[in-house]
């Protein structure tokens, strides 16, 4: 071994030892032979699916994270020595792990009590991990090849029987009482809001339905990428942790065989999702770079780029949209079942009442939630998940302004000192003008144009005709009248709760009808 100082002579850092590839050679030949030994075995039954076992793959995720540890720890990825072994390790690790999670999904399936969605998901399982198994060959092959290169022993072959999974019909009797009480209502209507609202904010798994499979590669890293993936990955695994902790081995559980289902839905999400990550961690960091730089050493790529897009965009994605969808129906459907109905009254918006966003922004409420809820005011009922019917209403909050706008118009004192020789446009004008000082009305632009009187209609009064005027240019949208017309909704009560906090920010505008931000409880909105 010899010594060599920092190359940066600021670097207070300390002399870096160099060990002689013929050491560290000895170091691997020592460490690495149980994954040679697998590797060699796989390579020599070239492709029987029998050979994938999951004790098998177990084996060589648990050795390919320990070399590829020791491999980081001694940086052989900045070698030019040891880099293309290095890179191979990780490759194994990766396909060996997402082969496994294949395994556990299509082994798991009759458990999962899956809803029937679009597509035979079991032939795409099988079809996956038909893809999976042979590129995980291909790479223990090209592992093998680096590892002669570099004068590395490959150990004999692993008893052929080692790695076998023999496993008989059936599951273990479900025998076991718990006594975990909790309240059905309540846990089911938690865990059915909370997939609900991660439901709005999986966006991403519907990506691949919207693209034609000949553009899938312009979505990375743009809509798909290895970030967003991987945090939809967790927060899945959070949400299926969520149900074990409160939902698991509850009478509520047994009593309502559609959390079962909930569950298996969580579960083949989060699974389908942990493939993918790495599906799409080897894309952004391997296929794309070799697109711009060329395979080393002039070698096929160990993995077909286009082949491993499609797993990912066609089956990791797609079926997990579909999954995601067919849960979200079922937790709406639970939660219209056990809806415990109230009544909200709330302030209606103050710009031009409910026109087109405020509609939309209570309807997408209301689907988010898929519960019925209605909306009243005065005589009339409106279906708040209907924006055209919501938008009904602003007939009659438009004439309840208008009434309580007459009888603010009377106590001003350029109205009591209305005579018929007054100059009746400019009046009209100060009226508008009094008004907005008392905050009692806003002005949408500098001039206020006022109509000339009708002199065919002689037996109208001046004050009459300050009052057609107002409601004129509150119709024409010149002014808007400041009164609080209130509306009552009525139905789910998780509903009314998002309801009443979207009327408590202005239903997302201010005064003047600019966009202002919703609170992150109601983030599934921007969707």
């Keep these: 071994m010899k010594l060599e100082c920092p190359q940066d002579a600021s670097d207070n850092a300390r002399p870096v030892t160099i060990i002689s590839d013929d050491d560290f050679r000895d170091l691997l030949g020592r460490r690495a032979s149980q994954v040679f030994s697998m590797a060699r075995y796989l390579v020599e039954r070239k492709w029987e699916r029998t050979s994938f076992t999951r004790p098998l793959l177990g084996e060589i995720l648990h050795q390919a994270t320990e070399l590829e540890e020791l491999l980081d720890a001694y940086g052989a990825g900045n070698n030019d020595c040891w ?17 496994y999670v294949l395994l556990h999904v299509q082994h798991s399936i009759p458990a999962y009590r899956l809803l029937d969605v679009e597509g035979d998901f079991a032939a795409s ?3 996956a991990i038909l893809f999976t198994g042979e590129t995980l060959l291909r790479i223990s092959e090209r592992f093998l090849h680096y590892a002669r290169k570099l004068g590395l022993l490959i150990p004999e072959q692993s008893p052929e029987g080692y790695f076998e999974e023999r496993l008989p019909r059936g599951r273990l009797a479900h025998d076991y009482c718990a006594h975990k009480k909790v309240d059905a209502c309540e846990t ?20 691949p339905a ?14 798909v990428s290895e970030e967003q993936v991987r945090q939809l990955q967790h927060q899945f695994h959070n949400l299926q942790s969520m149900y074990d902790t409160f939902v698991a081995d509850t009478d509520t559980e047994r009593e309502n065989p559609d959390l079962l289902t909930l569950r298996g839905h969580l579960s083949v999400i989060f699974h389908l999702l942990d493939a993918a990550t790495g599906f799409v961690h ?13 395979a080393p050493d002039g070698l096929e790529p160990m993995v077909n780029g286009d082949k491993l897009l499609d797993v990912l965009m066609r089956y990791t994605l797609v079926f997990s949209s579909r999954y995601l969808v067919r849960a979200r129906d079922l937790c709406q459907e639970m939660l219209r079942r056990y809806a415990e109905v109230g009544r909200v009254q709330v302030p209606g918006p103050r710009y031009r009442g409910f026109h087109v966003r405020p509609s939309t922004l209570v309807a997408k409420i209301v689907h988010h939630y898929g519960s019925e809820v209605r909306m009243e005011l005065e005589d009339g009922v409106y279906d708040a ?14 004439r309840q302004k208008r009434h309580w706008l007459v009888s603010q118009v009377g106590g001003l004192e350029c109205i009591r ?16 003008l009094a008004l907005a000082e008392q905050g009692k009305v806003i002005v949408y632009q500098r001039s206020i144009p006022a109509q000339p009187p009708d002199e065919s209609d002689p037996d109208k009064t001046p004050l009459q005709y300050v009052l057609d005027e107002v409601k004129r240019l509150q119709s024409t949208g010149i002014i808007d009248i400041e009164a609080e017309i209130n509306v009552v909704f009525i139905g789910d009560k998780r509903v009314l709760t998002d309801l009443q906090l979207l009327a408590e920010h202005g239903y997302g505008e201010d005064n003047f009808g600019n966009n202002i931000p919703l609170p992150k409880k109601l983030s599934y909105l921007r969707r």
């Design 83 to 99: 880099r293309m072994l290095r890179s191979t390790v990780a490759a194994i690790k990766l396909f060996a792990n997402a082969n």
């Design 125 to 127: 399982t099988d079809e």
């Design 188 to 207: 089911i209507t938690y865990l059915a809001t909370a997939f609900l609202n991660q439901a709005a904010e999986s966006e991403l798994l519907h990506v």
């Design 210 to 223: 919207r693209v034609n499979p000949d553009k899938y590669h312009e979505c990375i890293p743009g809509s």
């Design 282 to 294: 080897y894309y952004e960091r391997h296929v794309m770079s070799a697109m711009n730089a060329g």
């Design 385 to 398: 998940s209907c924006p055209m019917d919501i938008f009904r209403a602003n007939e009659t909050i438009n």
């Design 417 to 432: 000192q209305l005579d018929t020789n007054a100059d009746l446009a400019q009046t009209v004008r100060r009226v508008v």
